[in-house]
T-cell receptor, first 110, second 114 residues
């Protein structure tokens, strides 16, 4: 199995700044890693997937890095907006299933 | 909308009741999942179905019984639950299992066991 740690439970940043969220895992490096967003009262929504041979992946204001040596993925939101406030989850696959982190609750302050 | 629907959205039940949660996906996916999400805990995978066959069962108590009659529908039958089973139950689907597919989640059923 995997143990996954996501940095702080909650992160508050000022609008316009870059938010950086961390996902650390302890055991084997997966072939890929996913990031999801979850809003209160809703199910998670897929954002990005990054493969082990990809150092970086971008989608609009989102950027994900994957360092298999450090066993870490970083998730960045640039030019953050209040609408980015949500909980962000990382997920690692193993076999037929995924292990999720507990998530980081991001609040972007206007 | 993600293409995955769940009913009911909220459920309150006593420990002696029997109830069922329903999930339906309109995406043509072959894999479906049940997860449990409790406060301050990571999502816990309960069951995985691929083409209507159960492929994972993560040591879930027998008071939870899944059913997958076809690739579009997934049920979770509940009986003699405990208060610690109160949680958000999420259904998800993906194109397949064991590959780098994104999962599409439903809105969840908020279950309270009294």
């Amino acid at each position: 199995s995997q143990k996954i740690e996501q940095n702080s439970e909650a992160l508050n940043i000022q609008e316009g700044k870059t938010a950086t969220l961390t996902c650390n895992y302890t055991n084997y490096s997966p072939a890929y890693l996913q990031w999801y967003r979850q809003d209160p009262g809703r199910g998670p929504v897929f954002l990005l997937l990054i493969r082990e041979n990809e150092k970086e992946k971008r989608k609009e204001r989102l950027k994900v890095t994957f360092d298999t040596t450090l066993k870490q993925s970083l998730f960045h939101i640039t030019a953050s907006q209040p609408a980015d406030s949500a909980t962000y989850l990382c997920a690692l696959p193993t076999g037929n299933q995924f292990y999720f982190g507990t998530g980081t609750s991001l609040t972007v302050i206007p | 909308e993600t293409g995955v629907t769940q009913t009911p959205r909220h459920l309150v039940m006593g420990m002696t009741n029997k109830k069922s949660l329903k999930c339906e996906q309109h995406l043509g996916h072959n894999a479906m999942y049940w997860y449990k999400q409790s406060a301050k805990k990571p999502l816990e995978l309960m069951f995985v179905y691929s083409l209507e066959e159960r492929v994972e069962n993560n040591s879930v108590p027998s008071r939870f019984s899944p059913e997958c009659p076809n690739s579009s529908h997934l049920f979770l039958h509940l009986h003699t639950l405990q208060p610690e089973d109160s949680a958000l139950y999420l259904c998800a689907s993906s194109q397949g299992v064991g590959v780098n597919n994104e999962q599409f989640f439903g809105p969840g059923t908020r279950l309270t066991v009294l």
